[in-house]
């Protein structure tokens, strides 16, 4: 059987990779050298405190030499090689594979079990979008009810002399199509809301963590400003701890350049204009966008999102501000000013644009990409684009970009890379 046979294979080439001698092993973990050669050939099987004895010495966790572990990772393996028919595998190595490195192997086992079941979420979300006519009436109702919370909102903003009456009827609409939008939001998650099956892993990335946690603090933290390091040790996750520690780091080497009080009183002498504030404290852009993102928010400052993104598109850093939220795909409509500054390096970018629907805010974008690190010839540059958002004010017609193809309603656009699913 060959989970009995790799059994001890696995023992002996762990050994053979640390450079242990077989007299060395067995005498440390109590047994003759002639009864271990028994066990590395497979000829004695082995459990309970021996196995765990013997893991210690060869510095591996246990389970991966027990008789179980072979069926466990080895049909994983298979099926992701029987999943990736175009891939040239090695197929009758494969147990090999989990004799001779046992920890790779089961890392590659538990990928797979990973991508199978985010495969199958997938589908069934995306079935769910496409034939579900509950999420669709949902998502109408949303949509329908925010519109008519708008427009009387409006009203009661464009004109100022309204009559007592029909401004307190018009309160009164807002009341009511508000607890309307309230209830069909929560069906429409009710609808999308997916449960993870028992035991699964963490879903949310590092990144995610580590902006949750900036959320908390609604992206400001006066130790910042106070010239204090930020540890953020109460963070759990390793990755996302380091991810707060060089959002740190940047925050406070802006904070330096561009003092809070200083650079506030200039913000609000500039009406917040970017290019005029790079001007005044001469510094480059990003630089301006990411301080006026995380000014504080108790000093009346307005609203201010922010997005950061790598060359390939991949959104590494992004502060939402209302219904402004790039996907963490990659998948985001192509046509956002963010991505747009990648093809034009150095250039300043700056767009009026809003999500489908009348109901949704036209947001002022401020874009820029430029390259980080030193400049080398010998190195390609690496160029990072920055992007801030916030609310338009002004009377600027709004372009329409989208969420992502997948769920974009927007008809004949010329940059759809995929078919729309609702």
């Avoid at 209302?322 to 963490?328: A, K, M, S």
Wanted: charged content about 25%.
């Amino acid at each position: 059987m060959p989970d009995r046979v790799l059994t001890g294979t696995r023992a002996r080439n762990r050994r053979l990779d640390l450079g242990l001698r077989q007299a060395h092993v067995a005498r440390i973990v109590g047994i003759s050298g002639s009864y271990l050669n028994l066990i590395e050939h497979n000829r004695r099987r082995i459990a309970g405190k021996l196995l765990t004895d013997l893991a210690e010495v060869l510095q591996i966790d246990a389970a991966l030499l027990s008789d179980d572990t072979t069926d466990a990772i080895l049909s994983p393996i298979k099926e992701a090689a029987a999943a990736f028919p175009e891939a040239i595998v090695e197929d009758a190595r494969a147990e090999e594979l989990v004799a001779r490195f046992p920890g790779w192997a089961a890392l590659v086992a538990a990928q797979r079990r990973r991508i199978t079941q985010l495969e199958e979420r997938t589908e069934a979300l995306s079935n769910r979008l496409a034939h579900d006519s509950q999420i669709a009436n949902s998502l109408h109702e949303v949509i329908s009810t925010a519109t008519a919370i708008r427009s009387t909102a409006s009203i009661l903003a464009e004109t100022p002399d309204l009559d007592r009456e029909w401004r307190a009827r018009f309160h009164t609409n807002i009341d009511t199509d508000s607890a309307r939008l309230a209830q069909s939001s929560q069906a429409l998650l009710g609808f999308l809301d997916m449960e993870m099956e028992a035991g699964d892993t963490q879903t949310e990335s590092a990144m995610e963590v580590a902006e949750a946690e900036l959320a908390k603090s609604g992206f400001y933290f006066p130790d910042i400003d106070a010239g204090m390091e930020l540890r953020f040790d109460d963070v759990e996750e390793p990755s996302a701890r380091e991810i707060l520690r060089n959002w740190a780091k940047v925050a406070r080497n802006d904070a330096e350049r561009l003092p809070l009080e200083e650079f506030s009183q200039a913000a609000r002498a500039t009406a917040y204009d970017p290019a005029r504030l790079a001007a005044w404290f001469n510094v480059p852009l990003n630089v301006i966008f990411r301080r006026l993102a995380h000014l504080p928010t108790d000093r009346e400052h307005p609203l201010m999102g922010l997005a950061v993104c790598d060359a390939a598109g991949v959104v590494t850093f992004q502060k939402p501000v209302l219904d402004f939220r790039l996907p963490r795909s990659g998948a985001a409509c192509p046509l956002w000013p963010l991505y747009q500054a990648l093809t034009q390096p150095g250039r300043a970018i700056r767009r009026v644009v809003r999500l489908p629907g009348g109901a949704h805010t036209p947001f002022e974008c401020f874009a820029v990409a430029t390259p980080v690190g030193d400049v080398s010839f010998v190195a390609e540059p690496r160029i990072t684009a920055t992007m801030l958002v916030r609310p338009a004010k002004n009377e600027d017609t709004p372009d329409v970009v989208g969420p992502g193809c997948r769920v974009c309603t927007v008809k004949d656009c010329t940059s759809r890379r995929h078919p729309s699913l609702v």
